[in-house]
């Protein structure tokens, strides 16, 4: 498999930024996140993925992926049309905890054709300062992290409403390279996640 070092030389910033944070105003943040909490548990009755809690699929119906300007807050956030998968993977995250289930922020490399990232290129160029999430091939795109038993977790992609296979592919769409940001290491699949490291494929245990 091709390395993803050379990529991540070439966006430094991937290689230092973490999970992004919402900002909080007050009262209508917190009746903001109040109510996507609310929501989440009312779906939460209707709908499982096979694991004794549920993902937040619905976030995937509710909103549109797309570019977010930052910073923005809790109550701007919540009443968006369209958000970006830093939003997502807040509000993922916020969903968890409150059914009191920990989430810790993750960050994936997937690769793309260029027709793909040329196209996202144009659309985030409207955003003044967004971040460079996008390279020629390959991008970076926020997961929540889960641990599920002694020492494992998976991965939830809250953009695409899935729970990620840990096999690492190579195409479209396939994810190359995982960051998690956890308080100790855990398995995932055949890969060994530690706070900070990015792990591809071949760091398998």
């Not at 944070?21 to 009262?27: K, T």
């Not at 004794?52 to 701007?76: D, I």
Request: charged share 20%; net charge neutral.
């Amino acid at each position: 498999m091709r390395s993803v070092v050379p990529v991540m030389l070439e966006r430094p910033e991937w290689v230092r930024a973490s999970g992004s944070v919402l900002a909080h105003h007050g009262a209508c943040c917190d009746r903001a996140r109040n109510w996507l909490v609310a929501m989440s548990r009312s779906h939460d009755f209707a709908a499982t993925d096979g694991l004794a809690y549920a993902g937040p699929t619905w976030l995937t119906k509710r909103y549109t992926w797309g570019p977010t300007r930052w910073p923005t807050a809790w109550c701007e956030a919540v009443n968006a049309r369209t958000i970006d998968c830093g939003v997502f993977a807040a509000f993922a995250r916020a969903i968890f905890h409150a059914k009191g289930i920990d989430a810790h922020p993750g960050q994936v490399l997937r690769e793309y054709a260029e027709e793909s990232t040329t196209h996202w290129q144009d659309l985030w160029s409207s955003i003044p300062g967004a971040f460079n999430w996008i390279g020629a091939r390959v991008v970076y795109h926020e997961v929540c992290i889960v641990p599920v038993g002694p020492g494992e977790a998976r991965v939830y992609d809250p953009t695409d409403g899935v729970w990620l296979d840990p096999g690492v592919r190579r195409g479209h769409g396939g994810h190359i390279a995982i960051r998690a940001e956890l308080p100790t290491a855990m398995a995932w699949g055949e890969h060994v996640l530690v706070h900070g490291q990015w792990v591809t494929g071949d760091d398998c245990r």
